[in-house]
Every structure is written in structure tokens, then in C-alpha cells.
């Protein structure tokens, strides 16, 4: 089978270039062959297409706990009430 390469130029902030050089090593691969798996990885997992379908992919999957959701709300209202005193 005949593959054909194509070199490209992307820009990483800096954490994102110590994890590529980190999986790199941690896989013993090359740089392009994380972005590769990379990709397949991305490509692998199911896309929702619109905000709706996100949001009911989350329940399906088991959303959040009622006690976990009700104590960040607990903390965003603590926080808004902060916000008049600054």
C-alpha cells in the first residue's frame, strides 16, 4: 500500500507541546503518530451535533448527581451575591 505524506505547520501554546512531547516518549512514537491517534481517538467518539443533542447525551450517560448540582448552584448564588460588595 502506497501512503503518502503531507508536512504541515500548526502553532501549540506551550502546554500543549509538553503533553504531545510527554505522550510521545510515554508511547515511545513519534510526535506526528500522537497527532494520528489523536485524530482517530477524536473521530472515534460519538459528535452532538447541536447544544440539545449534547444536553441529552449527558442524562443518557447519567448527568450529574442532584446533590453534586445542587451544591454548585449553591456556590454560583454565593458568588453573585459577592459581586454588588466588590
Same mark, same amino acid.
Request: net charge negative; hydrophobic share 45%; glycine share 4%.
Given at each position: 500500500?502506497?501512503?503518502?505524506?503531507? $508536512?504541515?505547520?500548526?502553532?501549540? =501554546?506551550?502546554? +500543549? #507541546? $509538553? *503533553?504531545?512531547?510527554?505522550?510521545?516518549r510515554r508511547?515511545? #512514537?513519534?510526535? &506526528? %503518530? #500522537?497527532? $494520528? $491517534? &489523536?485524530? +482517530?481517538? +477524536?473521530?472515534?467518539?460519538? @459528535?452532538?451535533?447541536?447544544?440539545?443533542? &449534547?444536553?441529552?447525551?449527558?442524562? %443518557?450517560?447519567?448527568?450529574?448527581a442532584a !446533590?453534586?448540582?445542587? &451544591? @454548585?448552584?449553591?456556590? #454560583? +448564588?454565593?458568588? *453573585? =451575591?459577592?459581586?454588588? *460588595? !466588590?
Open positions: 500500500m502506497t501512503s503518502s505524506l503531507h $508536512r504541515t505547520t500548526f502553532s501549540l =501554546d506551550e502546554p +500543549a #507541546v $509538553r *503533553r504531545l512531547h510527554l505522550l510521545a508511547w515511545n #512514537v513519534s510526535q &506526528a %503518530e #500522537v497527532i $494520528r $491517534r &489523536a485524530l +482517530a481517538l +477524536a473521530e472515534s467518539q460519538p @459528535y452532538e451535533s447541536t447544544a440539545l443533542q &449534547a444536553l441529552e447525551a449527558f442524562h %443518557e450517560k447519567g448527568g450529574l !446533590e453534586k448540582a445542587a &451544591a @454548585y448552584l449553591t456556590e #454560583v +448564588a454565593a458568588g *453573585r =451575591d459577592d459581586w454588588g *460588595r !466588590e
